[in-house]
Nanobody, 120 residues
Framework: QVQLVESGGGLVQAGGSLRLSCAAS????????MGWIRQAPGKEREFVAR?????YYADSVKGRFTISRDSAKNTVYLQMNSLKPEDTAVYYC????????????????WGQGTQVTVSS
């Protein structure tokens, strides 16, 4: 089993920044793909970013968000800059041995989510 715990969410004004963290434990390996999925109120879940040996982003966040990984700490980060009100959502950390399952939001492992609210 893999456990994922997110932190770093909160309330920020438009144009501001936040950094989310996801601490992984259990049977997580450096070869596992990890990523972030978000869900805004009343909307479907949306892929945000993924990291394996490279990174991949949704068009809506490209150039504003950066995903990174500290393998020694089994931690993944999402640096979010130039935040917009439409970025308001619950952000979930996900992990999977198959990187394709990150973008298709069918990962085996999910965190509990952290709320990000961007005020206008």
């Amino acid at each position: 089993q893999v456990q994922l715990v997110e932190s770093g969410g909160g309330l920020v004004q438009a144009g501001g920044s936040l950094r989310l963290s996801c601490a992984a434990s259990g049977r997580i390996f450096s070869t596992h793909a990890m990523g972030w999925i978000r869900q805004a109120p009343g909307k479907e879940r949306e892929f945000v970013a993924r990291i394996t040996w490279n990174t991949y982003y949704a068009d809506s966040v490209k150039g504003r968000f950066t995903i990174s990984r500290d393998s020694a700490k089994n931690t993944v980060y999402l640096q979010m800059n130039s935040l917009k009100p439409e970025d308001t959502a619950v952000y979930y950390c996900v992990a999977d041995a198959d990187p394709r399952r990150i973008a298709t939001m069918t990962s085996d492992y999910w965190g509990q989510g952290t709320q990000v609210t961007v005020s206008s």
